[in-house]
Protein backbone atom coordinates (compact mmCIF):
# COMPACT_ATOMS: atom_id res chain seq x y z
CA UNK A 1 0.00 0.00 0.00
CA UNK A 2 2.99 2.70 1.05
CA UNK A 3 4.61 1.29 -2.11
CA UNK A 4 1.78 2.18 -4.33
CA UNK A 5 0.75 5.86 -2.38
CA UNK A 6 5.02 6.67 -2.89
CA UNK A 7 4.29 5.91 -6.67
CA UNK A 8 0.94 8.16 -6.94
CA UNK A 9 2.73 11.16 -5.32
CA UNK A 10 5.64 10.54 -7.55
CA UNK A 11 3.83 10.67 -10.42
CA UNK A 12 1.88 13.90 -9.40
CA UNK A 13 4.94 15.65 -9.02
CA UNK A 14 6.34 14.16 -12.56
CA UNK A 15 3.20 15.99 -14.07
CA UNK A 16 3.52 19.02 -12.52
CA UNK A 17 7.08 19.52 -13.21
CA UNK A 18 5.74 18.98 -16.98
CA UNK A 19 2.67 21.25 -16.70
CA UNK A 20 2.68 23.92 -18.92
CA UNK A 21 2.97 27.70 -17.13
CA UNK A 22 -0.60 28.58 -18.97
CA UNK A 23 -2.09 32.22 -20.02
CA UNK A 24 -4.96 34.15 -17.84
CA UNK A 25 -7.76 33.22 -19.92
CA UNK A 26 -7.99 36.90 -20.40
CA UNK A 27 -5.10 36.61 -22.64
CA UNK A 28 -5.71 33.68 -24.79
CA UNK A 29 -7.90 35.23 -27.09
CA UNK A 30 -5.06 37.70 -28.43
CA UNK A 31 -5.28 36.62 -31.98
CA UNK A 32 -1.91 34.98 -32.94
CA UNK A 33 -0.41 34.30 -29.31
CA UNK A 34 1.37 31.65 -29.48
CA UNK A 35 4.01 30.20 -27.38
CA UNK A 36 7.94 31.49 -27.45
CA UNK A 37 9.28 29.36 -25.45
CA UNK A 38 9.79 28.31 -21.49
CA UNK A 39 12.00 27.21 -18.52
CA UNK A 40 12.86 27.02 -15.09
CA UNK A 41 14.52 29.57 -12.79
CA UNK A 42 16.55 27.85 -9.94
CA UNK A 43 18.91 30.25 -7.60
CA UNK A 44 21.59 28.46 -5.98
CA UNK A 45 20.01 24.76 -6.90
CA UNK A 46 16.66 25.96 -5.40
CA UNK A 47 13.58 25.55 -8.31
CA UNK A 48 11.99 29.03 -7.80
CA UNK A 49 9.78 29.28 -10.63
CA UNK A 50 8.67 27.97 -13.91
CA UNK A 51 8.65 31.05 -16.85
CA UNK A 52 6.43 30.81 -20.00
CA UNK A 53 6.49 33.61 -22.74
CA UNK A 54 4.10 34.46 -25.18
CA UNK A 55 3.74 36.60 -28.14
CA UNK A 56 2.48 37.67 -31.63
CA UNK A 57 5.70 37.79 -33.50
CA UNK A 58 9.69 38.15 -32.86
CA UNK A 59 11.56 40.58 -34.12
CA UNK A 60 13.83 38.70 -36.68
CA UNK A 61 11.24 35.65 -37.03
CA UNK A 62 12.65 32.85 -34.83
CA UNK A 63 14.66 32.59 -32.22
CA UNK A 64 14.43 36.03 -30.84
CA UNK A 65 13.63 38.13 -28.30
CA UNK A 66 9.65 39.00 -28.94
CA UNK A 67 8.94 42.03 -31.15
CA UNK A 68 8.68 45.39 -28.91
CA UNK A 69 6.06 46.71 -31.06
CA UNK A 70 3.42 44.03 -30.37
CA UNK A 71 1.78 42.35 -27.28
CA UNK A 72 3.35 39.79 -25.40
CA UNK A 73 2.65 38.18 -21.77
CA UNK A 74 5.26 36.35 -19.63
CA UNK A 75 3.83 33.89 -16.74
CA UNK A 76 5.13 33.26 -14.11
CA UNK A 77 4.56 29.71 -11.83
CA UNK A 78 6.12 29.79 -8.50
CA UNK A 79 7.51 27.11 -6.89
CA UNK A 80 7.13 28.63 -3.11
CA UNK A 81 5.94 31.28 -0.93
CA UNK A 82 7.43 34.79 -1.34
CA UNK A 83 5.83 38.35 -0.46
CA UNK A 84 4.66 40.64 -2.80
CA UNK A 85 6.49 42.95 -1.59
CA UNK A 86 10.08 40.91 -2.07
CA UNK A 87 8.90 40.29 -5.28
CA UNK A 88 8.60 43.54 -6.19
CA UNK A 89 12.16 44.61 -4.75
CA UNK A 90 13.84 41.75 -5.86
CA UNK A 91 12.34 43.27 -9.75
CA UNK A 92 13.71 46.42 -9.00
CA UNK A 93 16.90 45.37 -7.90
CA UNK A 94 17.68 43.69 -11.45
CA UNK A 95 15.82 46.94 -13.12
CA UNK A 96 18.47 48.86 -11.05
CA UNK A 97 21.61 46.59 -12.20
CA UNK A 98 20.49 46.46 -16.17
CA UNK A 99 20.73 50.39 -15.67
CA UNK A 100 17.03 51.45 -16.81
CA UNK A 101 15.40 54.82 -15.77
CA UNK A 102 16.38 57.53 -12.93
CA UNK A 103 16.72 56.97 -9.45
CA UNK A 104 13.13 58.81 -9.01
CA UNK A 105 11.41 56.92 -11.73
CA UNK A 106 12.93 53.53 -9.93
CA UNK A 107 11.45 54.67 -6.71
CA UNK A 108 8.48 56.01 -8.85
CA UNK A 109 8.65 51.97 -10.19
CA UNK A 110 8.64 50.24 -6.52
CA UNK A 111 5.89 52.07 -4.79
CA UNK A 112 3.54 50.86 -7.96
CA UNK A 113 4.93 47.68 -7.80
CA UNK A 114 4.46 46.78 -3.80
CA UNK A 115 1.24 48.29 -4.08
CA UNK A 116 0.13 45.65 -6.95
CA UNK A 117 2.52 42.74 -6.44
CA UNK A 118 0.21 40.30 -4.12
CA UNK A 119 1.99 37.53 -2.10
CA UNK A 120 2.00 33.88 -4.16
CA UNK A 121 2.17 30.61 -2.85
CA UNK A 122 3.73 27.62 -4.26
CA UNK A 123 1.82 26.60 -7.24
CA UNK A 124 0.62 30.14 -8.05
CA UNK A 125 0.91 32.21 -11.62
CA UNK A 126 1.43 36.10 -11.69
CA UNK A 127 1.48 37.00 -15.10
CA UNK A 128 2.87 40.50 -16.67
CA UNK A 129 1.63 41.31 -20.07
CA UNK A 130 3.36 43.69 -21.75
CA UNK A 131 1.20 46.93 -24.16
CA UNK A 132 3.40 48.82 -26.61
CA UNK A 133 3.39 52.27 -25.93
CA UNK A 134 1.50 51.79 -22.76
CA UNK A 135 2.78 49.65 -19.99
CA UNK A 136 2.09 46.67 -18.73
CA UNK A 137 -0.88 44.96 -17.15
CA UNK A 138 -0.59 42.06 -14.47
CA UNK A 139 -2.63 39.27 -13.58
CA UNK A 140 -2.65 36.88 -10.45
CA UNK A 141 -3.91 33.11 -11.58
CA UNK A 142 -6.82 33.94 -14.04
CA UNK A 143 -7.83 37.42 -12.23
CA UNK A 144 -6.25 40.98 -13.63
CA UNK A 145 -4.75 42.86 -10.95
CA UNK A 146 -3.83 46.04 -12.28
CA UNK A 147 -1.19 47.65 -14.40
CA UNK A 148 1.32 50.35 -14.59
CA UNK A 149 0.92 52.40 -17.51
CA UNK A 150 4.20 53.29 -18.09
CA UNK A 151 6.41 52.05 -21.08
CA UNK A 152 9.48 53.05 -19.51
CA UNK A 153 8.42 50.53 -16.71
CA UNK A 154 7.12 47.79 -18.73
CA UNK A 155 10.22 48.13 -20.99
CA UNK A 156 12.32 47.86 -18.12
CA UNK A 157 10.71 45.52 -16.36
CA UNK A 158 10.66 42.43 -19.10
CA UNK A 159 14.05 43.21 -19.76
CA UNK A 160 14.85 41.19 -16.44
CA UNK A 161 14.27 38.16 -18.45
CA UNK A 162 14.65 39.46 -22.16
CA UNK A 163 17.74 41.46 -22.22
CA UNK A 164 20.74 39.88 -23.52
CA UNK A 165 22.78 40.90 -19.97
CA UNK A 166 19.94 39.55 -17.64
CA UNK A 167 21.02 37.60 -14.79
CA UNK A 168 19.74 34.44 -15.87
CA UNK A 169 20.49 33.95 -19.54
CA UNK A 170 19.87 30.43 -19.76
CA UNK A 171 16.54 31.21 -18.92
CA UNK A 172 16.40 33.43 -21.26
CA UNK A 173 17.46 31.79 -24.17
CA UNK A 174 14.55 29.23 -23.29
CA UNK A 175 11.99 31.49 -23.05
CA UNK A 176 12.96 32.98 -26.75
CA UNK A 177 13.25 29.52 -27.95
CA UNK A 178 17.48 29.07 -28.07
CA UNK A 179 18.01 25.52 -26.70
Keep these: MREGLLALVLACFAMLAHA ?3 LPSALRGAPD ?5 SGKMTWYGLHVYEAALWSRSTAAGTQSAPDPNQPFAL ?3 Y ?3 FKGARIAERSLQ ?5 GFGTGPQRLQWLVAMRQLFPDVRAGETLTGA ?10 HQ ?3 IGGIDDDAFARAFFAIWLDPR ?4 RLREQLIGIR
Design 94 to 98: EIERL
Design 79 to 81: SRD
Design 130 to 139: YRPGAGAEFF
Design 142 to 144: DVR
Design 166 to 169: TSAP
Design 33 to 37: MQLLG
Design 75 to 77: ALR
Design 20 to 22: RVE
